[in-house]
């Protein structure tokens, strides 16, 4: 229950429409993309400028009540999960673009913006935003730069982190604080917008963002390889880089995923192969064709039995559109669907897939796999069901021991979804105990009482590497 | 499985950017009263009410989640424990038990209606403003209402047309409840084409209402009694097709075999009854022996509103779109958002008008922008309902709204006079 002097409070900051706490409310802000996770905050607040976030912080400071910010809600890490009740406060209303900057190629824009909206106006003004997360149409600007979300551009272009010039922010006791610029070099002190980039709601409420635009490329094709062989596909991904070819995207789908993806899609995916890559290569056309080229033979030397040359732009969207789909399409198989997010070094790809494959025999559980394979960023999905315990254990002890892998093989526990709750009990394992405490005193150097974002990242205790319950 | 990816499709939502419009919240809220965290109170009918039912939601999402079948289930578990206002209770059971279920009473409807149009008794209602005592919704929707007729498509054509030449199938028409009293043109002229096509046409005269606005009103035992009539009144053999020329009864008889699941006596004959039910244009352009259409007055500009139960319950978007395209002398061109809802929506444009106002502004927004001459439906509903909007934010002289099969129907050349027919069978 919230003291109802500060929700009276809330409701002068932002007007009655935008401060609620009935159940319908509540309910609809208890979960976001994340599988069997649920808890009802104490109230919603909606606000519409960074003066209102900064006057409703110092309400919530001054009342030790802890907040949530959201976007969309379509993490997949439990990041807006309000596992300590308090606040959901959704950026949504803060969706405007306040400038592009053409002589600097820059945009600043509120965090509520939908990321799709954003690429296809800057797309339209002739200029390119590259970060992709397949969640574009729904995720935000806010809930991607504090993800530092990765998409399907990401082996060429980077992510997001490599596109935020500057941030505007409110602290958790209200004050503004203002980081980097239009700057392309900046080495005044600790670079504060880096480190504000994948914080996930926990260091601050990002108000603003300048981002980096590029000029868009000339050219682009895309290209189907399918196997017979799942690790054919894998050990292709490792050869094209290895090759020194940097597509623009690089993708793989195994037999299980390729199944419900043209299920939803209706494209006619070859159901019978083991895997396929879905590859672009953009740029220079003339470069584009040789580079496509020597991968073609790339393919073929790995003896993919297919290779097809998407012939129009439309066909070659809707694959990339398709490809999307994939996580949500496998719940088609199975009640529910645990998706996660190991990534390893780009030559190690083909030793992953050979592991996830062998771990998930070992438990007796189906795991599909695919993911952003050229840049060594796989999803290994569990189709199972909640209701059988027993079955969900076996899962979580097949995860733990694939995060433990992707370590082995010197990759780490998440490539591009954050910790959030769920890796929470993992952190540790990629950084060691000096780099938890070194973010621990960050973490206190700028939200002494804990209110932003309580519960995610640091666990209350670390998974021992011998594997327990996921508690 | 929450990903969201059906939170763009969805016209609520994109109105006004909040959780709980979006399929995925209400869907949240559904299992929230499911799993008792939450009461199913006032605000939670109100929000299962603000969904237009449309649909958009379920060909966005991958996961395959079957939205119309839990919102039919949420309201129907509404209806259970609702204690609606006396008005509205008495409007409800009027039309739901009372009307729609009886072709003797659509009939005087229709006469009625006819009256109150023709007689001059409308000028003296507008005149005095006794209108005024309506709600605006009702209001508006009174001035768009086409003539209406006590006369259904039975009483003008008979119970039987013979196919034109070679028949390729014997089909039965659906004619609807409304459809026959407001449009029995539009289902004579559907007959029409289908037998120009080359289909024996029959019109069981047993038939009732398919049961559409009782399922998304949370009336299912109604519905499954009115399935139930219908079952049996199609029930021969003979007939290839159950041919539907609105799209939310079309889609509706598809559901069927989900309605009657379950049902110890019918759940196999819905199963059965479903699989044969076609939309006019898929049947027609599937296949029919297609007249050559032509334009008369030289080229026009043609668009296309999809009904949202025959996109997104029947899956059929493409059809209609290639007979128009058909039609020699007629461009068409596609109207941005054409699958979004218009805010028709059964009756959701009388309960829920400030959404449903909102809804079409925007579409007549897109409409406008094609500076189309015709602008073309599949359902009854959409066709009012953008009747409406060319009428408040478009040029009414400049742009006609009609029914797909009407558009045809003008164009086939010499149409088979079937009245000659006279009735048979
Ligand atoms: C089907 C599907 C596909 C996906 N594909 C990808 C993918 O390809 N790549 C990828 O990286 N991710 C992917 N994701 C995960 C997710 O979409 C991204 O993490 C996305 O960036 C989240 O955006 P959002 O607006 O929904 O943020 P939310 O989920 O609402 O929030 C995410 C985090 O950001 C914080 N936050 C949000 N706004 C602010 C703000 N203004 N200030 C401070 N903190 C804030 C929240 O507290 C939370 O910790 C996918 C998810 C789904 C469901
Ligand atoms: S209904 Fe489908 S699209 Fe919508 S959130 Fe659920 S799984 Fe995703
Ligand atoms: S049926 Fe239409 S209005 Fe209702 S939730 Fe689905 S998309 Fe939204």
Redesign the pocket.
């Given at each position: 229950m919230l003291d109802p002097a500060m929700a009276r409070r809330l409701r002068d900051i932002v007007g009655e429409k935008h401060f609620k706490d009935d159940p319908e409310a509540k309910v609809a802000h208890s979960y976001d993309g994340t599988p069997m996770l649920q808890s009802l905050p104490d109230g919603v607040v909606y606000p519409d400028s960074t003066a209102q976030v900064s006057e409703i912080m110092k309400v919530l400071a001054e009342y030790r009540v802890p907040v949530v910010s959201r976007g969309s809600g379509s993490n997949l890490c439990g990041g807006t999960v309000p596992v300590q009740g308090g606040i959901v406060m959704v950026m949504h209303r803060m969706n405007r673009l306040l400038e592009v900057d053409m002589d600097n190629l820059t945009a600043t824009v509120q965090p509520g913006m939908i990321t799709a909206a954003f690429t296809e106006h800057i797309e339209s003004l002739g200029l390119f935003y590259p970060p992709d997360p397949s969640s574009m149409k729904i995720s935000t600007i806010g809930g991607n730069i504090s993800e530092c979300s990765g998409g399907l551009r990401g082996l060429k272009y980077g992510t997001t982190k490599d596109y935020v010039l500057g941030l505007e922010a409110v602290l958790a006791n209200g004050e503004i604080l203002r980081t980097g610029g239009k700057l392309m070099k900046d080495v005044a002190g600790y670079d504060l917008t880096k480190l504000l980039v994948g914080s996930e709601g926990t260091l601050a409420i990002i108000t603003e963002a300048t981002l980096k635009l590029v000029p868009p490329p000339a050219g682009k094709k895309t290209m189907l390889a399918m196997y017979k062989d799942l690790y054919g596909a894998a050990r292709t991904v490792s050869r094209i880089i290895e090759n020194k070819i940097i597509p623009a995207t690089l993708e793989i789908l195994d037999n299980p995923t390729i199944r419900v993806v043209d299920d939803f899609a209706r494209l006619g995916l070859p159901r019978d192969m083991e895997a396929i890559l879905l590859i672009e290569q953009d740029g220079d056309p003339e470069a584009v064709e040789r580079d496509m080229e020597a991968i073609r033979l790339i393919c073929e030397a790995e003896k993919a039995d297919r290779v097809e040359v998407a012939q129009t732009r439309e066909e070659a969207e809707k694959l990339v559109a398709a490809r999307r789909s994939a996580f949500t399409a496998l719940a088609r198989l199975r009640p529910t669907t645990i998706l996660e997010d190991a990534t390893v070094p780009r030559s190690r790809i083909a030793d992953m897939v050979l592991r996830i494959r062998e771990i998930a025999d070992k438990y007796g559980v189906s795991i599909a796999t695919f993911g952003h394979a050229g840049d060594g960023n796989l999803h290994p999905t569990a189709t199972t069901d909640a209701r059988d315990a027993e079955e969900v254990h076996r899962v979580e002890q097949a995860f733990a021991e694939i995060f433990e892998a992707a370590i082995e093989l010197g990759g780490t526990i998440t490539g591009e979804h954050g910790v959030g709750v769920v890796k929470a009990p993992f952190l540790e394992w990629k950084v060691g105990a000096s780099g938890i405490a070194v973010m621990k005193g960050i973490k206190d150097a700028f939200d002494p009482h804990h209110l932003l974002n309580p519960g995610k990242m640091f666990a209350g205790e670390t998974r021992k590497r011998v594997v327990i319950d996921r508690g | 499985m929450r990903c969201g990816f059906?939170l763009p499709?969805?016209?609520?939502?994109r109105e006004t950017g909040l959780e709980p419009e979006?399929?995925r919240g209400?869907i949240a809220l559904m299992k929230a009263v499911a799993d008792g965290i939450m009461e199913p109170d006032k605000a939670f009918a109100e929000q299962m009410n603000h969904?237009?039912?449309?649909?958009?939601?379920e060909p966005a999402c991958p996961a395959d989640v079957k939205?119309g079948q839990l919102?039919e289930q949420a309201r129907d578990a509404i209806e259970d424990h609702a204690d609606h206002s006396l008005p509205a209770k008495g409007v409800r059971r009027l039309f739901f038990k009372d009307v729609l279920p009886h072709r003797s009473r659509l009939k005087w409807l229709g006469r009625s209606l006819s009256f109150y149009q023709k007689s001059g008794l409308r000028q003296v209602a507008r005149g005095t403003g006794i209108m005024k005592l309506f709600p605006p919704a009702m209001r508006e929707m009174e001035r768009i209402l086409p003539e209406a007729s006590g006369k259904g498509v039975v009483d003008r054509i008979g119970t039987v047309v013979p196919a034109k030449g070679e028949p390729i199938a014997r089909v039965a028409l659906f004619r609807g409840c409304i459809m026959d009293v407001l449009f029995s043109e539009t289902n004579v002229r559907t007959a029409e084409l289908l037998a120009e096509a080359g289909f024996e046409v029959v019109i069981p005269d047993n038939q009732v209402c398919c049961g559409a606005l009782h399922a998304h009103s949370g009336e299912l035992d109604q519905a499954r009694g009115l399935a139930r009539s219908n079952l049996d009144a199609f029930r021969d053999a003979g007939i290839r097709h159950i041919v539907s020329n609105a799209g939310g009864c079309g889609a509706q008889l598809a559901e069927y075999g989900h309605l009657m699941h379950g049902d110890e006596e019918y759940a196999e004959l819905a199963v059965e009854f479903a699989s044969r039910v076609v939309d006019v244009s898929q049947l027609l352009l599937g296949s029919g022996r297609l007249p050559a259409f032509t334009e008369q007055s030289g080229g026009v500009r043609v668009t296309y509103q999809d009904s949202c139960h025959l996109r997104n319950g029947m899956r059929s978007s493409g059809a209609p779109r290639q007979l128009i395209r058909q039609v020699a002398g007629a461009s068409f061109v596609e109207m941005k958002e054409a699958d979004r809802?218009c805010g028709s929506a059964g009756i959701y444009n009388v309960t829920q008008p400030e959404m449903a106002g909102q809804i079409l502004e925007h579409k007549m927004e897109h409409a406008n922008a094609t500076e189309a001459a015709y602008l073309l439906t599949s359902n009854p509903g959409c066709l009012l309902q953008m009747k409406l909007g060319v009428q408040k934010h478009g040029d009414p002289a400049a742009m006609k709204v009609m029914h797909v099969v009407d558009f045809l129907h003008e164009r086939m050349g010499e149409p088979a006079s079937l009245s000659a027919a006279g009735k048979q069978g």
């Open positions: - | 059906c499709a969805c016209p609520t939502f979006s399929p209400r969904c237009l039912g449309c649909r958009a939601c939205y919102l809802c």
